[in-house]
């Protein structure tokens, strides 16, 4: 069964109760990229009248994340996933709503085809950038995800 925005966004609300409520959704996803939005509201502002930055933090995440979770799907191994390293620098005030898209698909597939043949935990760095409603760069974010076969 292949992964589906409307599947994650559930999963959002059950496992990651935090995202789903302040208003972090996948729009869409597949092989290679996937795309998610939040919009600036009440519970996710910052006492600057932006959007408080581990919100976008989690949007940037789960745009790389969702891949990461499809590619192990689409595997049929049992692999763990686990961010090691973040990295995020912003360029404006985010307001109205912000939509992150990572393009790097093909990387974590790599990642986990090396994972399943050598045996040994593997290393990918995915970047997603975050842009406001007039395609102005907000922010962007960089995550190294770690895969591995678990034994």
Excluded at 93 to 105: E, S, V
């Amino acid at each position: 069964m292949k992964l589906s925005s409307s599947k994650i966004n559930t999963f959002l609300l059950f496992k990651l109760p935090s995202a789903y409520f302040t208003g972090v959704r996948v729009k869409t996803i597949s092989e290679n990229a996937c795309v998610t939005t939040v919009k600036h509201r009440w519970i996710n502002q910052n006492p600057f009248k932006s959007m408080f930055w581990a919100v976008q933090g989690m949007a940037a995440e789960l745009s790389t994340g969702a891949m990461v979770m499809a590619a192990i799907k689409a595997s049929n191994q049992n692999i763990s996933m686990l961010v090691a390293n973040n990295k995020a620098t912003f360029s404006k005030k985010a307001r109205g709503r912000i939509t992150f898209n990572c393009n790097d698909g093909q990387l974590i597939k790599a990642a986990i085809k090396m994972a399943i043949s050598s045996g040994e935990g593997q290393t990918c760095w995915m970047k997603s950038e975050g842009r406001d409603s007039t395609g102005d760069l907000v922010s962007i974010f960089e995550f190294e995800w770690t895969v591995k076969i678990k034994r």
